[in-house]
């Protein structure tokens, strides 16, 4: 916050010299661009939300099964608009908001690897969980086999993207949050005779 001091004194005129509180630090994080970054974090959530709802449907082995797309897509967006609020009203609780939640949607980004790595491996060795309407249609059933599995692995891709670009922002937030010391400039200006 801007604090600001005036004085005057002297003999010829009126000086002012004016005390502001920056906030450089801070600048570290701003500086990543977090707003142009949050914008690409929240439209791979809202991606991952839309893909996820075709996916509740089938009946073979995918993600939905621990409802990943809708917790990881929610995370995502959650994400994303912290970070382009922050941009926009930096402040060091906003920043330290932000490497939390970033660090929470990374634990989830993990937490989905493992699950999604799982499934692309099964449905790539052929071990499918048929559903008895599917077993009539041997055709049908590759085609939405390969269909889930191409997904999954884009899905898998996606995260993985979104996870460097977070681990990004909280090497940032981290480096703005490191420095606690708060900067003073003082600016003196004289001001002119009347």
């Known amino acids: 916050m801007d604090q600001t001091a005036e004085t005057t004194a002297g003999e010829r005129g009126i000086t002012r010299d004016t005390v502001v509180g920056s906030q450089k630090p801070l600048h570290r994080f ?10 690409v974090v929240l439209f791979f959530g809202c991606g991952e939300l839309l893909m996820g709802i075709p996916l509740v449907s089938n009946y073979t082995i995918n993600s939905t099964a621990m409802y990943i797309p809708f917790w990881l897509g929610a995370l995502f967006v959650i994400s994303g608009n912290l970070s382009i609020y922050t941009e926009s009203h930096p402040s060091k609780k906003m920043v330290t908001v932000c490497l939390s939640m970033y660090v929470v949607t990374l634990f989830g980004i993990f937490i989905a690897l493992c699950y999604r790595l799982y499934i692309v491996i099964t449905l790539s060795f052929g071990h499918f969980v048929f559903h008895p309407s ?7 059933t590759r085609s939405l086999h390969a269909l889930i599995h191409t997904t999954e692995g884009l899905l ?8 460097v ?3 990004f922002l909280s090497c940032r937030a981290r480096a703005a949050l490191k420095s606690t010391k708060t900067q003073v400039i003082v600016q003196h200006r004289l001001s002119p005779r009347e």
Not at 30 to 39: F, M, S, T
Not at 134 to 140: A, D, V
Not at 157 to 163: I, M, T
Request: aromatic content about 10%; some cysteine; charged content about 15%.
């Open 30 to 39: 701003v500086n990543g661009e977090p707003r142009c970054v949050g914008i």
């Open 134 to 140: 599917y077993e009539r249609n041997w055709i049908s």
């Open 156 to 163: 898998l891709a996606l995260s993985l993207f979104v996870s």
């Open 165 to 167: 670009l977070l681990l």
